[in-house]
């Protein structure tokens, strides 16, 4: 008794501890930015802005995890605090970008990102405040710390908007599209959520986080290995901030050399996992299982350490390539899918060992999976209208700007597939009851092909949307 | 065995409306699409890129497959079609079951429902009528309009309460899917009567022949004249704006006149024309010059002169604007066009001299190579060259357009109603026990949709019948509700 009773005094401490911690480091990065600041003596700019929402965001999304292992309520409230004092530096941010710009932020990924990682941010305070779903920043602001470390790399200058940008269409059409977007990325944040709550098996979530970090690396290794264990990358030059074409539409790939063997090696370790898993299935033999989650945990290692040695290898330097002569830098800005790929295979295998780790602590924090259930059901009922409204501003634009509602470009096509999958969603859900695991699935899908358009699109399939 | 026909048509009218058919049809769309957006389109992409991008047999293949031009291949617009139907069939099959329930709203419930209804409650009253007057008034301060369900038989003892709101968002699905077809009425329309294509007009020049998408042309009723055309440019070079004026000539006569931007077209008799690109013709509209006499004797002469046109100078001599040359290299002392892009540009005069009986060649820029400037007798300054420009339109008619956007209009108000209006429904109904005699009022209430934002509703309206119920005086147990009740 005198035990548990220590125990219960000793939680609040522990919470201290992580807030005073996350604490420090905000404090230090803020003074590390501060020296910038005396040094450049510009205080208000838009990278110093950026850098202060990053750390507010990371303090943030410390604190929500740290809240969503422990359930120690104070660990919310800073979460919160810091959420808010992000948003404020990241409204800074847009404000800077709109005043220097004289057009609203939304002509450029970067810009786009910007207004996207404001909305999340938003959108996590109002479900946390409105629908009381706490550690909803647990998922949401780890993608705004990707989202503002990619804003980094894919930092622009301000570009004038070209003629056919030039109309209140185009804020109108973007700003629904921001909303939208964000409102699926609270849709899918609930859905994993309520899968938790409704006892979905952990080596089930083992399965699915292992098949995702390998379909990354997969996807790295099968289209930029290079015989002798090196690794593709695009060429970058740094004077225009833009890759370098050979031709249009045709990059210049460098080969760093060793890194192609460490990936190989990566997704070796990480395919393990699921071996194990599958393994564990087939003989119906729990033990394999444990080996699993080691092979997980190790996985992380290794993947920690390619990270680092690709940000290490590919943040500069020069290196051959074997289409043109001489040799040619390269830049991190140069792969934003390859980084992003990496700092997600990490994200995702975390998230898992969090779930193996503290899942029961999780599950209290958490409401119940009826409630999560019903307001996943409820931002889309809110995407969806938005999404529609996306689709009919940008195809009135397009018939001021191109003579045409509807030309099936890539984007426009995909954000009709995006529109219908949804749609599919509330039919099921309306007419054939669909509640629980397969809505939940489907809301997860249906943020997969929203990232797809949103970012696949962009930069994978040709299109009238080159410029967003 | 006799094909029953009926039968037939029975089922597959029940297959086209299931939803399993929409949705499998719907799955096929979006794969095909997906398709579409994947694998590089026909029109759009030139032959050669197409064949850099796959080899001769894949090539092949996709082309046998279709793939190549997904969204204008018959297939798939069939496929729109049969989307359509299922919607219309879907929605037809539904229809008069929602409409049964939206036209006799069910105000009575039937024990059996009474049972099954969640969420309900039961209160004990000391009488019907106290009950059935405080629901009354409970609903009334809720802002909804009870109305009294009076037997229609005298033998039934069915009296209750019956208050709803927003009926109509029962209907509301159906408004979604009748704008949808309506959206693809209008690109309907517009597919089989709509053109769009392509018209490009020097400044001054007048045409009516416009080039379309499928490679002919088309003569439209009317002539649209470009009487200027340009550009403005940021500080950093890149364009801002490009507008032109454009006249339509009707008849012999101007009939409009606009000046147009991109994002802001043209419109004339159903014919709208856009601003898409804008650029040098590659030809001169006016060089200006300033001639001065080689021998010194003689006053400075300023001169602007088109391609081909000749000035006189002096009484014995005149100056010609041979050819201009937009992009220009020399080789072995002869002057050659090396394209036609505004790169380089060159300009060639003629000086003939009758006294002299000798043309003199004169080369701006000056070219040592070529010809010597300053055996001509007038020396030569150029001052200005303005360009001759054009404007590039996209022209398109678009029939359909009033159902696509009104149709657009429809869903947002169909989708309003979906999500955000809730038919709600309240019921009370007095019972006794048939053994104790004891009364009570049984209140229920649904809503189609948001239950958990209903019942909070719901829990409100009991608390506030319980309230009314303490504050009416108890009336006698002997007076029976059935004395003429209105409300």
Redesign the interface.
């Known amino acids: 008794m005198a035990r548990a009773n220590a125990e219960q005094q000793q939680q609040p401490a522990t919470g201290m501890t992580l807030i005073v911690l996350v604490g420090l480091a905000i404090a230090f990065l803020l003074f590390m930015a501060f020296l910038n600041v005396v040094k450049s003596g510009n205080l208000l700019n838009e990278n110093n802005l950026l850098f202060a929402t990053l750390i507010f965001y990371a303090g943030a999304g410390a604190l929500y995890l740290g809240f969503g292992v422990t359930g120690t309520p104070s660990y919310l409230k800073f979460a919160s605090l810091s959420t808010w004092a992000g948003l404020l530096a990241n409204t800074g941010a847009i404000a800077h970008r709109w005043y220097e710009s004289g057009h609203a932020p939304f002509s450029s990924v970067y810009e786009m990102l910007l207004s996207f990682v404001w909305t999340l941010a938003v959108l996590t305070l109002i479900a946390e405040k409105k629908y009381g779903v706490k550690v909803i920043g647990t998922v949401t602001m780890p993608v705004a710390i990707v989202g503002v470390v990619l804003m980094q790399l894919l930092r622009t200058e301000v570009h004038p908007l070209v003629p056919a940008l030039q109309s209140t269409w185009l804020h109108v059409h973007v700003t629904l599209a921001m909303l939208a977007y964000a409102a699926c990325a609270l849709s899918f944040a609930l859905a994993m959520m309520f899968l938790i709550q409704d006892n979905l098996r952990t080596d089930t979530v083992l399965a699915v986080t292992s098949g995702s970090t390998l379909a990354i690396y997969a996807g790295i290794v099968l289209t930029r290995f290079e015989k002798g264990g090196a690794l593709n990358l695009v060429a970058w030059n740094p004077e225009v901030k833009s890759e370098v074409f050979l031709s249009k539409g045709v990059r210049l790939f460098v080969t760093v050399p060793d890194l192609g063997w460490l990936m190989a090696l990566t997704l070796l370790v990480v395919a393990s996992p699921l071996f194990f898993y599958a393994w564990a299935r087939w003989k119906n033999n729990d033990s394999f299982l444990a080996i699993a989650n080691r092979a997980v945990f190790l996985s992380i290692l290794l993947q920690v350490m390619t990270l680092v040695m690709f940000i290490v290898r590919a943040r500069d330097g020069r290196y051959p390539s074997l289409d043109a002569e001489g040799l040619f830098p390269t830049s991190l800005a140069a792969s934003p899918f390859i980084l992003s790929g990496l700092v997600g295979g990490v994200f995702i295998s975390l998230l898992y060992l969090l779930l193996l780790w503290r899942r029961s602590d999780l599950q209290r924090a958490l409401p119940t999976a009826d409630v999560l259930d019903r307001i996943t059901y409820k931002t889309i009922c809110l995407a969806f209208p938005l999404l529609t409204l996306m689709i009919a501003s940008g195809a009135y634009w397009a018939n001021q700007t191109w003579g045409s509602y509807w030309s099936w470009d890539p984007k426009e096509t995909w954000a009709a597939i995006t529109w219908l999958v949804y749609a599919g969603y509330l039919h099921m859900r309306i007419t054939r009851g669909w509640r629980g695991r397969p809505a939940a699935y489907f809301a997860i899908f249906g943020f997969v092909v929203v990232m797809f358009t949103f970012f696949g699109v962009t930069y994978l399939l040709p299109g009238l949307h080159a410029y967003a | 065995m006799a094909l029953d026909l009926r039968a037939v048509g029975h089922k597959t009218w029940r297959t086209i409306a299931s ?1 399993q058919t ?2 499998v049809l ?1 799955i096929l ?2 794969i095909l ?2 398709a ?3 694998v ?2 026909r029109p759009a992409t030139e032959p050669d890129e197409m064949q850099a991008a796959y080899s001769p047999q894949a090539l092949h293949i996709l082309d046998a497959l279709g793939l190549t031009n ?2 204008h291949a018959w297939w798939f617009l069939g496929l729109l079609a049969l989307v359509s139907l299922c919607i219309v069939a879907a929605s037809i099959d539904r229809f008069p079951n929602a409409w049964r329930y939206f036209s006799r709203p069910y105000k009575y419930p039937d024990p059996t429902f009474r049972r099954a209804l969640h969420p309900q409650q039961s209160l004990p009253i000391p009488d019907e009528e106290s009950g059935l007057v405080a629901a009354e008034r409970a609903l009334h301060g809720m802002g909804f309009k009870p109305e009294r369900v009076i037997p229609k038989d005298a033998r039934e003892n069915h009296f209750g309460i019956f208050a709803e709101r927003h009926r109509i968002s029962e209907l509301a ?1 159906y408004i979604v899917h009748a704008s949808l077809l309506l959206i693809f009425l209008g ?1 309907i329309i517009d597919g089989v009567w709509g053109w ?1 294509g392509y018209l490009s007009l020097n400044e001054g020049q007048t045409s009516n022949v416009v080039d379309t998408r499928d490679g002919s042309t088309r003569t439209l009723p009317f002539s649209l004249r470009c009487d200027a055309a340009g550009q403005e440019n ?1 500080q ?1 070079g ?5 507008w032109s004026k454009l006249a339509v000539v009707a008849g012999g006569r101007d009939v409009l006149t606009k000046e147009i ?5 043209l419109l004339y008799d159903g014919v ?1 024309f ?3 690109s804008y650029g040098s013709n590659g030809k001169v509209d006016k060089l200006s010059l300033v001639a001065t006499p080689s021998n010194g004797t003689g006053a400075k002469q300023t001169i602007g002169m088109t391609v081909n046109e000749t000035v006189q100078l002096d009484a014995d001599t005149t100056v010609r604007f041979a050819e201009f040359l937009p992009d220009y290299a020399v080789r072995d002392g002869q002057v050659y066009k090396k394209s036609n892009y505004l790169e380089n540009p060159a300009a060639h005069l003629v000086v003939t001299s009758k006294k002299a009986g000798q043309d003199f060649d004169v080369w701006f820029p000056p070219m040592a190579d070529v010809a010597d400037n300053s055996k001509a007798p007038y020396q030569f300054e150029a001052t200005d060259l303005k360009l001759g420009h054009f404007t590039g339109l ?3 008619h ?1 029939p359909g ?1 009033w159902g ?2 009104s149709g ?1 209009v429809l ?2 108000i169909g ?2 109603f979906v ?1 955000y209006v809730i038919h709600m429904r309240f019921w009370a109904v007095p019972v006794r026990d048939p053994q104790t005699g004891k009364c009570s009022l049984w209140i229920g209430g649904s809503a189609n ?1 948001n239950r ?1 934002a209903f019942e909070q509703r719901f829990n409100q309206l009991v608390t506030s019948v319980e309230t009314e119920l303490k504050a009416a005086p108890t009336r006698s147990s002997g007076v029976r509700v059935a004395t003429g009740v209105a409300s």
């Open positions: 939803i929409g949705v719907l769309v979006v699409a997906a579409g957006t994947v590089l389109q997904v969204f699905v690109t769009r940021y950093d890149s364009p801002k704006k490009w931007v991109v994002n802001d077209p709208r856009y601003q898409s996209q022209v398109s678009e357009q696509v956007w657009v869903m947002f989708l309003a999500f949709r958990d």
